[in-house]
């Protein structure tokens, strides 16, 4: 799962913005310390409170290539908690609600919805009740 931010320099360093997300921006002194930057911005702002009712756009397939353009991959367990909160909240579904369609307590899925670290078993039972998430993008991280 990568998001797209756009490099611009200035005179004492860089800063970037994402094009996906409106608002996730950061700034370093070179470029080597932005591209660190450039993620942890992205994971730290995909990662919401529980008591957000935020729901981000996905990444954009395709975006105008440029030389100032790059790719930023979202962090694997980053990706599962965003995407389990995005669904949840389409569908207008509290956690309690979710968990019970899932068959799970409540705090066995807040754990997912924290940490994004499931076992293969629960992602596999995920994607039967819920097609909808695209589990395939947490893969896309090269």
Request: include cysteine; charged fraction near 25%; charge should be positive.
């Amino acid at each position: 799962m990568k998001y797209h931010f756009k490099i611009h320099k200035e005179k004492k360093g860089y800063w970037s913005e994402c094009l996906e997300l409106k608002g996730c921006v950061t700034q370093a002194g070179s470029l080597k310390e932005l591209y660190i930057m450039m993620e942890d911005a992205l994971n730290l702002y995909l990662s919401e409170p529980e008591s957000s009712k935020v729901i981000f756009p996905l990444p954009l397939k395709r975006t105008k290539k440029t030389s100032s353009t790059v790719q930023v991959a979202v962090r694997p367990e980053v990706a599962v908690s965003f995407l389990l909160r995005n669904c949840r909240l389409k569908l207008g579904m509290s956690q309690r609600n979710f968990a019970i369609s899932l068959g799970k307590k409540l705090f066995s899925y807040q754990k997912l919805e924290k940490s994004g670290n499931p076992e293969l078993k629960t992602l596999i039972a995920i994607k039967k009740k819920y097609p909808q998430i695209p589990f395939n993008e947490i893969f896309d991280i090269n």
